[in-house]
């Protein structure tokens, strides 16, 4: 079945660092893939997302591309900030109906000042 | 303001005892779900619905029911709850295929 595989957290950086967290997927079809955040205490957030290959989402200075070639959809950003401490959610919407999200276990970041 | 509203917030309970968590979405979005949230597992599915009275399995279905009687509401029904119901809930609406979801803010849910 299809599945969403995230790197194992917590990621600790300092501030301004560049961060980058992985996912990669399973998927038959085309499906869509998403990053998600949530902040402590609060439901989840959609960040970004990308619907067919070689598709850049982007949004409050983070990116990623659906890759696939190499069935990946990394999540970057080229300087965090405290404010970014989180976890993060990769998540793909299965192409044929679109009808059931999987969600990866989530990374947690630590942003430190 | 667009939102999904799910009540109650926190809920502590008694084995056995029947429970409804409520759902409310107001941007008209077709497809609902409903997730529990478990540490080291991540987000898993509970049920989804399509749209009004069409309604389905996720991949953690047992012990919980939903209806979609009206579009807007889409509630989770726990029959006879049971300590491994124990969980943190999020209610979810998207409009059609590609869409990000919304999400509720979620209810912490203790059977003792």
């Known amino acids: 079945g299809n599945s969403v595989t995230q790197m194992e957290g917590p990621v600790t950086l300092s501030e301004e660092a560049f961060l980058t967290i992985n996912c990669t997927y399973t998927?038959?079809?085309?499906?869509?893939l998403f990053w998600y955040v949530q902040y402590p205490g609060e439901g989840l957030q959609l960040l970004l997302k990308a619907t067919k290959a070689d598709d850049k989402g982007s949004n409050k200075g983070f990116e990623a591309t659906y890759r696939k070639e190499t069935t990946s959809f990394h999540l970057e950003k080229g300087s965090v900030q405290v404010s970014d401490s989180a976890v993060y959610f990769c998540?793909?919407?299965?192409?044929?109906?679109?009808?059931?999200?999987?969600f990866g276990a989530g990374t947690r970041l630590f942003v430190k000042a | 303001e667009a939102q999904v509203t799910q009540n109650p917030r926190y809920l502590i309970t008694v084995t056995g005892k029947k429970l409804t968590v409520t759902c409310s979405q107001n941007m008209n979005h077709e497809y609902m779900s409903w997730y529990r949230q478990d540490p080291g597992l991540g987000l898993r599915q509970i049920y989804y619905?399509?749209?009004?009275?069409?309604?389905d399995k996720g991949d953690v279905p047992e012990g919980y029911k939903v209806s979609r009687k009206e579009k807007r509401n889409f509630p989770l029904i726990l029959e006879s709850p049971s300590p491994n119901q124990t969980s943190l809930y999020f209610c979810a609406s998207r409009a059609g295929q590609g869409n990000g979801y919304t999400f509720g803010s979620g209810t912490r849910l203790t059977v003792v």
């Open positions: 619905s399509m749209n009004v009275e069409v309604t």
């Open positions: 998540a793909l919407s299965e192409g044929t109906g679109g009808f059931k999200t999987i």
């Open positions: 998927a038959t079809g085309y499906p869509s």
